[in-house]
């Protein structure tokens, strides 16, 4: 067991000065009033320690406790998805040079941020979106330069929400790539750690730390089986969801489900996978200079499926049917993965409770 280390709770600022040393912004899960989301932290008391979520279809609330753990909740209220593909942003400009010829520039912000505490799920997600945004014809600058300086460490599951299904799926609440560090938080007031990468072994190089001993390792291991036993949730095997989805278009559920959504979207914005966007152009009061901008849009929005004077998919029902057939069968055509990875934002986001393992469960009998 010798590839484990152990990070003692007193030393997470140590790791943090390092990080922060390095030149790395580091951002982690935070407590703000009603919710757990990420945010800046400089130090380990920033953490939510003692802090819980409660999430079931349309509800979320966050409670404090006594228990003595930073990552004793289980998933923040939206994923690392906004780091990397802003929900708005500008992504080029033009303005008249001295010459009085146009002049085109691209803006490609970015900084070094290290993500402390990232969800296997929400890892997922970030895997699923490099094949978006990094393995096409055309890559997306901006993304490429954020992925390139961003630190991961993940977070291992100790306990499920009622909303997760990523077992359902065939993934495990444990990290399996994708990581610099993964970490487990067991009882003994600390995290047994393993290393991703050559950045993450220099790192914990950097800190020293100790092996962490057997009996760490397996405190460890049987958090995360506590955390698959938690839950619940079941779906038929994912190839055989993403055939019957197909062949099933004009199933009266999806009449059913269209009859409860609202089209609000809120769906889409918290999922870790969706991509859709619209880009505008915004120029200024003079005429001199334009901003052309980039926004997060929705397919459940009636204009996304505006094309060429005709909108096709004005019915709430069609939007719907969309949206979970490209997640959960056509996505693979595209990107040679499924689309989601069983965080179950999108139901405890939907204000009417829609539940996606539900509505699937239904079409797919
Ligand atoms: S579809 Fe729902 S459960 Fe799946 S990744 Fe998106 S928000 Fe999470
Ligand atoms: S499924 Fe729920 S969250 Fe998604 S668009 Fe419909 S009502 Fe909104």
Known sequence: MSHYYFLPHQRIDDMLNQLQGDGYKCVAPRHHESEINYDTITKSADLPWGFHDEQAPGHYKVNKSDHKHAFGFVLPTTSVKPMLFKA??????VARNDEGKLAFEPIVEFEKI???GVRPCDLRGIEIQDRVFMENSYNDVRYVKRRENQFLIAMNCT??????????????????????LAMTEIEGDGFVVEIGSDKGRALLDALDLEAASGGQAQKALAK?????????KTLPPIKEVETKLMANLEHPQWDDVASRCLSC???TQVCP??????????PNVLGTETHHTREWDSCFSIDHSYTHGDTYREDPKYRYRQ???HKFSTWRDQF??????????????CPVKIDVVDEINAICK
């Open 114 to 116: 290290a993500v402390f």
């Open 224 to 232: 995360i089986a506590y955390a698959v036993d938690g839950q619940k």
């Open 159 to 180: 306990k499920s929400h009622s909303n997760c299904f990523c077992v359902a799926l065939g993934d495990a609440p444990q990290a399996d790539k994708g990581f610099d």
């Open 273 to 282: 996978t969706c991509f859709c966007h619209t880009e505008r152009d915004e």
């Open 88 to 93: 708005k942003e500008n992504i080029w400009k």
């Open 336 to 349: 040679r993965t499924k689309g989601c990875v069983g965080c179950g934002r999108c139901v405890t986001w």
């Open 323 to 325: 949206w979970l057939t």
């Open 265 to 267: 979207g809120s769906c």
